[in-house]
């Protein structure tokens, strides 16, 4: 609990959310909203993203996509496995799709879900004992939520520090956005394959 607030009541309320629709920092929202978090008291090991792409808007579930086909790669599992919220949860920067910049990207995650709803989502799931912060917004956040970090790092030199974050609880293990962008990225890091990956699923598998 946190106040009087439990996981159950946090997550209903996370669901009804329109905040960057109707009260938006910037911008509004330009469609409507669908968050995308998915988390249970059970979970040991949490997957932290940026935000939900156009297809995970559509079907509601997380890395529902290419991505998701080489980060299950990664992690060393089944669709299975990985949509059991039992085992696994999910909880990105920015809960809902968006949206696409003028040279048709994605924008980055929606500041609104950070400031509203993170350290209360965060503080009801003290089980958690990993979370793959995958890309640079989920990695800033969760390191200087555990005091690791008072600046903002390029996601390269994260991820290639990741040995300096075995001893964090929950442990983080950064990891780079699965995306196929990042194929020649993977290619000029060929430690990460070697060297990152075969903890990541030991990991993974005892936690799951």
């Not at 080489?70 to 999910?90: H, K, P």
């Amino acid at each position: 609990m946190v106040g009087d607030m439990s996981l159950e009541d946090l997550l209903a309320r996370i669901g009804a959310c329109r905040i960057c629709r109707d009260a938006p920092l910037s911008r509004p929202l330009p469609h409507e909203p669908r968050p995308v978090v998915r988390v249970t008291p059970t979970a040991r090991l949490l997957v932290a993203s940026q935000a939900p792409g156009i297809k995970v808007h559509a079907s509601g579930l997380p890395f529902d996509d290419r991505s998701g086909d080489r980060l299950r790669a990664w992690m060393g599992v089944d669709r299975e496995t990985f949509y059991d919220t039992r085992r696994i949860a999910f909880a990105p920067m920015g809960f809902c799709f968006p949206g696409y910049d003028a040279t048709g990207a994605d924008l980055p995650p929606r500041r609104e879900c950070r400031l509203a709803w993170h350290d209360r989502l965060f503080a009801l799931l003290p089980q958690v004992e990993m979370v793959l912060t995958v890309g640079a917004h989920a990695q800033e956040y969760h390191l200087q939520r555990l005091g690791l970090s008072a600046r903002k790092q390029p996601m390269a030199e994260v991820v290639r520090g990741w040995r300096d974050y075995e001893q964090t609880s929950p442990r983080v293990i950064p990891l780079p956005h699965p995306s196929w962008r990042n194929t020649g990225w993977l290619k000029k890091n060929p430690w990460f394959e070697a060297e990152l990956l075969p903890v990541l699923q030991t990991e993974v598998t005892r936690l799951t």
